[in-house]
């Protein structure tokens, strides 16, 4: 698995260049800042995740994928929200440096923009936190006032932070029904190494968070200061189709 200096510390020297389509309408740009993410690179369940991508959508060799949870403090127009999702790797899509394309699985929002709601995975409404004691990073979600998710890392000994930029492309099939957009964000973070401790699903089998627990743990990341710009939904079109 590649490094987190090989993974997120790819200089951009442009931004996206994309296919001049219609993006829909009220979707534009924004920007969210003061963020603090716990990234914990992950495998998992060929079936689980194959059933919950929409048809045109394949993922990546070795059901890789991760889970990011994340504190925000907001910004143009939008208020400070918590969140965190489990997302898989998709074949093609990657963004202009390289990084493959993500779909998000299952996701939980305290607040924050309604672009990051209803566009095609399972969404609900959550708390989450992050706590740090020494090198010791840990994140938490809550759903329904019982924990959810418990995200744990140990940060690298010595100076192993930096500053990193780049770019991420997450399809998506907005409420289910529409066909498939796109959407791109750019961040520019202070990236900190890490290694991977635990995650912990502390849910029923039935519930549908269960279907993505990971297999295994294969990075981890910490970043802080980070801030982001989403591009509105762009079409796209699925060759064949």
Not at 47 to 70: D, F, H, K, M, Q
Not at 71 to 90: F, Q
Request: net charge neutral; glycine share 12%; proline share 6%.
């Amino acid at each position: 698995m590649k490094s987190i200096t090989t993974r997120i510390v790819r200089l951009l020297t442009v931004l996206f260049v994309i296919a001049p389509v219609a993006a829909k309408a009220g979707d534009g740009p924004y920007v969210v800042g003061g963020n603090e993410h716990i990234l914990i690179g992950i495998t998992l369940n060929e079936a689980a995740v194959r059933a919950a991508l929409p048809s045109g959508l394949e993922p990546a060799e070795g059901i890789t994928g991760g889970i990011n949870v994340y504190t925000s403090k907001g910004g143009d127009g939008v208020a400070a929200y918590a969140r965190t999702y489990v997302w898989v790797d998709l074949q093609g899509f990657d963004s202009v440096d390289g990084n493959k394309a993500r779909y998000i699985l299952w996701s939980a929002t305290s607040t924050g923009p309604d672009k990051l709601k209803k566009v095609g995975y399972l969404e609900v409404q959550g708390d989450t936190s992050l706590s740090k004691k020494g090198n010791a990073v840990s994140g938490t979600l809550t759903v329904a006032g019982s924990t959810a998710l418990t995200a744990a890392i140990e940060l690298a000994e010595g100076p192993k932070c930096g500053p990193v930029v780049g770019s991420l492309n997450y399809p998506s099939q907005p409420d289910g029904a529409q066909g498939l957009v796109i959407s791109q964000f750019t961040y520019l973070a202070t990236g900190c190494a890490a290694t991977p401790v635990a995650v912990e699903l502390a849910v029923e089998k039935a519930h549908p968070l269960s279907a993505f627990k990971p297999e295994k743990l294969v990075w981890a990341a910490f970043a802080k200061d980070l801030s982001f710009s989403g591009s509105p939904m762009i079409p796209l079109k699925v060759a064949g189709k």
